[in-house]
């Protein structure tokens, strides 16, 4: 892993995270969605850390060569900000500016909801801030989408892991692809949310269409194929917990906060985030143009332009030693 910080191993207590730090100053924790792992901030990592602040990308529990239980209560919010705040407490750190992609923005959003305390800012890459919906979440897609949206198909426990298990390269070349144009999105229809059907049934993904080199690619293969899948997948197996974790916490979060959206985002579409200042008083929002939802890959150095602008005017980091 050229240019990526060395393993640490850090005891939180209940599991071990996998850990990647580098620079000094205000601690930043970078927390990254599925399918991914802490290696998804590669091209971050450095020019955070040259700023002037304290980088740490852990793989999340049941990621990388994190500890991976099996038991899907272990994957439900509470958990998982619990982990964050055992990772801060292991390292010695009170506070952290929190910064999320994907599901890793829908962990440090409620992470600043269930332990302010502990977090000084927030940023949330693609995902927003959302109050709790009216009912519990998977009635919702399975009304609006029905049977055939991934996150209903995931409920089957053990079925997806299996799937995606048998040609994991074939997986992360179907998932990390340029986005697709408006013409491919309405040829797909339904079917774009239909993740497994897509995998099995689907043509092979265009190599040519791949967003991250092959020496990359490996280093996803080469992590899932250690540690499964079932970690991420049971992340949506508590999408309705999570739910009723969240449902009676107060949503509005007033730290200091930004939005980074990715123009072309099919999955987290930038209108996602229309109105959350109502629930995000102190929010800045920025959108990257001509990109998809990968956008740590896919534009990183504009990701990384306004993040360190942000970072620098709300959490001013003293000159890094050279």
Known sequence: MKDFPDRRAVNIG?????????????????????????????????PLAAAGYHVIAPDLKGFGASSAPRDKSLYDIR??????????????????????????GAVVWPMAQLHKDRVAGVIGVCTPHRPPPPAPPLSIIKRR???????IQFQDEGAAERLFETDIERFFR??????????????????????????????????ASTIICDDDLRVYVDAYRRSGFHGGVNLYRNIDRNFEIMRDVDPVIRLPSLWVGAELDAFLPPSGADGMEAIVPDLEKAIVRSCGHWVMWEQPQALNAILIDWLQRKFPANPPQI
């Not at 209940?14 to 590669?42: C, D, F, R």
């Open 14 to 46: 209940a599991a071990t995270l996998s850990t990647y730090e580098a620079g000094a100053g205000p601690a930043l924790v970078l927390v990254h969605g599925w399918p991914e792992i802490a290696y998804s901030w590669k091209n971050q990592i450095g």
């Open 79 to 104: 958990h998982l900000t619990d982990d964050l705040v055992g990772l801060l407490d292991a390292l010695g750190i009170e506070r952290a500016i929190f910064c999320g992609h994907d599901w890793g």
């Open 174 to 207: 179907l998932m990390f692809r340029r986005p697709p144009t408006l013409a491919e999105i309405a040829k797909i229809g339904p079917r774009m949310l239909d993740l497994p059907g897509r995998f099995r049934d689907g043509p092979a993904p265009d190599r």
């Open 145 to 151: 989408f029905g049977e055939k949206h991934y996150f």
